[in-house]
């Protein structure tokens, strides 16, 4: 978090986090007094654009478990198709359900197997199902019976309404400048135009696969004109194990195209990258592309998620939010190839979106519930969050997981909540001399009490949250001066909104 420090008198104070230390630089009052008039007035005069906001979502991770390399397609007529790598890289798989949830559960379809020799033969990765122009399309990787590492990019096709159900035609190779290892065909459309991206190895590079863009020619299993390089993995986090940039996929909003990937070995390593470009720009110009220096989304021994990546996109149920598809593992240590680990779950969480319209996509969240934030109703570009502990209220909160809190069943029992924090599990939002906190759970009486809220409609708006101490009837959580408190219900306008929240 930026700290502004005025020119005036300060003194130094140590503050502890999470184990680490932080040295910082305490200002006067007088002098805070001061520099909050100044950047009230600035705020007032330079108000930036809130971020994108939506209702909250309510998923339980993992979805699948044992399939790799997710690929979401939420079609028009009301059902979310599902595909990935299944662990044995014998078939192609499909799945459907009207909820994303719904997917953990619904029957698996085969509608396709690796042929008995030559060419799909082997190695059957990464299956992506797209519609396009009223038909269904699955492109995929596959290798050579006889060559098992011989891996080129494939597609199916079908024009049956359920393509669960329906008959499957092969499309054959995409043909691309180089006969070398190609994988994870995805495509998108920007500016009316369909193009492919993927995966290759090009003659010459010294790495194992790179990234490409062309677009796609009179049929969506062939390319034409330019093909661009977009990016070479060259940075330490895109070279662990292997030098990879794979498994593009791309969301659009706020006039820009984000582009991620994944990058490094498929074990703890594994992790996703960014380019980012101009909606309106030359895609297939490769300096229209600028590539984010450090991991977006990486592993997280915290939370218990390791090797995220080779994601999708796809939205919520109402369309207001968007969703980010990956696969991991809960466990960091792999024995031999981890290729051969059949244990990468398919997994879902939201993504938020900053004030400058970039996608934040945080960390891996725990197994187990999704989490929510809890979004001030009259300061609404301002959240809940924990800072040294100290619950208050924030925009723009970053690291986005600070701002992260699971609705689980309450410490206390009987039909009451908690919030436990994302990325401190076992930690929890509870009041202490009416202070609110994000402390580690002791075990105590005395702290699941505090821990333990009932969960109302809101006090301001009913459509909103609000949460009553368990301990202290008629005291609810609520913002004051930025912080946040437990404090007493004295019927205000003020009181009631400062205790009012929307789960987003």
Request: proline content about 6%.
């Amino acid at each position: 978090m930026l700290r502004i420090t005025p020119r005036a008198a300060v003194d130094t104070v140590t503050i502890r986090r999470a184990g680490s230390r932080k040295l910082l630089c305490r200002p006067s009052r007088s002098a805070v007094t001061a520099v909050m008039v100044v950047l009230s007035l600035i705020a007032t005069l330079l108000t930036a654009p809130a971020a994108h906001a939506a209702p909250a979502v309510q998923y339980t991770n993992p979805l699948v478990a044992q399939r790799a390399d997710p690929h979401i397609f939420r079609h028009t007529d009301g059902y979310y198709y599902f595909t990935a790598t299944v662990p044995e890289y014998d078939r192609i798989v499909l799945r459907r359900a009207t909820t994303l949830q719904g997917l953990s559960s619904a029957p698996e379809t085969v509608i396709w197997r690796k042929h008995t020799s030559g060419e799909m033969g082997a190695h059957i990765w990464a299956p992506e199902i797209h519609f396009i122009n009223g038909k269904w399309y699955v492109y995929f990787a596959a290798g050579r019976a006889d060559d098992v590492w011989r891996i080129r990019m494939y597609v199916l096709e079908s024009s049956a309404a359920n393509p669960l159900t329906g008959s499957w035609t092969e499309r054959g190779r995409i043909v691309t400048p180089w006969d070398t290892f190609a994988l994870d065909a995805s495509t998108f459309v920007a500016g009316g135009v369909r193009y492919l991206t993927w995966a290759q190895q090009e003659p010459g590079i010294a790495t194992n696969s790179n990234l490409y863009i062309a677009r796609m020619g009179s049929n969506p299993w062939t390319i034409t004109g330019t093909t661009t390089r977009l990016t070479v993995p060259t940075l330490a986090w895109e070279t662990r194990g292997y030098k990879v940039a794979e498994g593009p996929s791309v969301i659009q909003r706020n006039g820009r195209i984000f582009l991620t990937y994944s990058a490094s070995a498929t074990d703890a390593n594994y992790c996703l990258g960014m380019l980012t470009a101009s909606a309106s720009a030359d895609l297939l110009n490769a300096s229209s592309w600028t590539k984010s220096q450090n991991p977006v989304f990486a592993t997280n021994a915290t939370t218990g998620q390791y090797g995220p990546g080779h994601n999708s996109f796809t939205v919520s149920e109402d369309g207001q939010s968007d969703i980010l598809v990956y696969h991991d593992r809960n466990y960091r240590d792999i024995s031999g190839d981890p290729l051969n680990d059949p244990n990468r779950r398919t997994r879902l969480q939201k993504v938020y979106w900053k004030a400058d319209g970039t996608p934040d996509f945080g960390i891996p969240v725990p197994d187990g519930i999704s989490p929510v934030r809890l979004k001030s109703y009259d300061q609404p570009d301002r959240f809940v969050r924990h800072w040294e502990y100290r619950a208050r209220i924030d925009a723009n909160v970053a690291p986005l997981a600070d701002s992260q809190f699971r609705i689980v069943p309450g410490l206390n029992g009987g039909t009451t909540v908690s919030l436990e924090s994302t990325n401190f599990p076992g930690y929890y939002l509870r009041h202490r001399n009416h202070q609110a906190w994000v402390e580690r759970n002791d075990g105590s009486a005395i702290f699941r009490a505090d821990a333990t809220f009932t969960r109302r409609a809101g006090l301001a708006d009913g459509s909103a949250v609000s949460l009553e101490s368990v301990n202290f009837p008629g005291y609810y959580l609520r913002h004051r001066d930025l912080q946040m408190w437990v404090e007493r219900d004295d019927g205000s306008a003020t009181f009631r909104a400062g205790a009012t929240f929307t789960l987003e």
